[in-house]
């Protein structure tokens, strides 16, 4: 965790684990907790889209954050998603965060109600009124509110609005962004243009395939951070088949799948999620056998091998 700034590095959007019965698996989860600031991740991420949040019980989500501040280890950043309909709810979730423990929170335009720019700014306004630093989360696919560069700014006017995670793929924005707000960090969102947004002055990561690939994206972040181009750029080109599953509309199965593909714990997701269609799931193989044979030796020159 960056001191003060906890918002910033490589923070992992974890998925929920659930046993075969479809309860949470609490167990499971602060094990993936652990072992992801074990190999160097600076925070997590529970309760954002990647972890369900929608099918989950007031009850299990609120759980699943205490479970997740409970586990992170001193030094790891905990920012729980706060999504929900209205501002109410987000702003209820922010408490409950805050109450937990957590370092700040992600948090959403309105979920589901395609807001004006008005209600967006005021939405704000309720879940920075509990305290905690926000990031404001832009997935224009997800949410129906694209927070563009010119919302951002008045949204930024807030007190509390630190950094914003950019979903939507356009690398452009960074720029505008920088421009309009400069006191706003910008996160990448989307796996497969971290590159592109690192070099161009984003200050952080909220990464959904590090759930399975954690040594090899910290190891890529921390290149594209120093500008070494001549290392980050082949290493890029080995994980960016597997980035481009978290842009896509079953993310959350991809990344699951991933997960037991490295040998780790992913599990089922909750209806209306079912698996992947067979075809589609051995091109994720494929992709995640390419990605694992990648070995990062954090002393040696970063390169894959």
């Known amino acids: ?7 910033r590095g490589v923070l992992v959007a974890i998925t929920t684990p ?15 907790v652990r072992w992801l600031a074990e190999a160097g991740c600076h925070g997590v991420t ?55 423990g957590a370092h700040g929170v992600l948090a959403p335009p309105p979920d589901g109600y395609p807001a004006g720019d008005a209600d967006v700014v005021a939405h704000y306004r309720e879940v920075t009124a509990v305290g905690l630093p926000v990031v404001a989360h832009n997935d224009p696919y997800d949410t129906r509110v694209d927070l563009t560069p010119e919302l951002l700014a ?16 356009d690398v452009r924005r960074v720029h505008r962004i920088r421009d ?12 497969d243009v971290l590159l592109e947004l690192v070099l161009c002055g984003a200050r952080g990561w909220v990464a959904g395939l590090s759930n399975a690939l954690p040594r090899q994206a910290l190891r890529l972040y921390d290149l594209c951070a120093a500008g070494d ?12 088949p597997a ?10 199965q991809a990344i699951k799948l991933a ?35 990648v070995t990062v030796d954090p002393v040696a020159d970063g390169r894959p091998r």
């Open 180 to 191: 309009l707000c400069p006191h706003v960090d910008v996160l990448a969102g989307a796996d």
């Open 46 to 100: 529970p309760c954002a889209s990647v972890g369900e949040y929608r099918a989950l019980s007031d009850d299990e989500r609120a759980d699943v954050v205490r479970a997740t501040v409970q586990a992170a280890p001193s030094g790891c950043a905990v920012l729980p998603g706060v999504g929900g309909y209205g501002s109410r709810q987000s702003r209820r979730w922010a408490e409950q965060a805050a109450a937990a």
């Open 154 to 169: 008045r949204v930024a006017e807030t007190d509390g609005i630190v950094a914003v995670e950019e979903f939507s793929g």
């Open 259 to 293: 997960m037991d593909c490295a040998g780790r714990f992913g599990g089922r997701c909750r209806p209306p999620r079912g698996p992947l269609p067979p075809p589609v799931a051995a091109r994720l193989r494929r992709d995640l056998v390419r990605a694992l044979s």
């Open 243 to 252: 980035f481009g599953w978290g842009s896509r509309p079953e993310a959350v």
């Open 1 to 7: 965790m960056t001191a003060g700034r906890p918002w």
């Open 229 to 240: 181009l001549a290392r980050a750029l082949p290493l890029y080109a080995e994980l960016h």
């Open 18 to 32: 659930f046993r075969d019965d479809l309860g949470v698996d609490f167990d499971r989860l602060q094990e993936h």
